[in-house]
């Protein structure tokens, strides 16, 4: 297998893919647990800085403000301030 290595966290696997583009591999892993932020993907690579940690954390606070409100266009919303974590508000 290409990538031989544990997730760091539980995935849904029939609701997870990956695809090629420009010569890159993305992919897309559904978590068990929504709202949950990782330290990094694959079990024992690099984690995420503390200002990358808190973009993601934004950007999940996003996406619940537009699961919640669909007609709104969240898209320019900025936060001031620190962002709570996501477990806490995604459910």
Known sequence: P???EDFERGVI???SYW??????????????KKGETWPCILKGHGAMDPVRES????KMMLERFQEENPGFDFSGADFSGQVPDPRNFMG
Not at 55 to 58: G, R, T
């Open 19 to 32: 695809m090629m583009e420009d010569g890159e591999l993305h992919l897309n892993c559904q978590k068990t």
């Open 2 to 4: 290409f990538i031989s």
């Open 55 to 58: 973009e993601v954390k934004k």
């Open 13 to 15: 696997a029939g609701e």
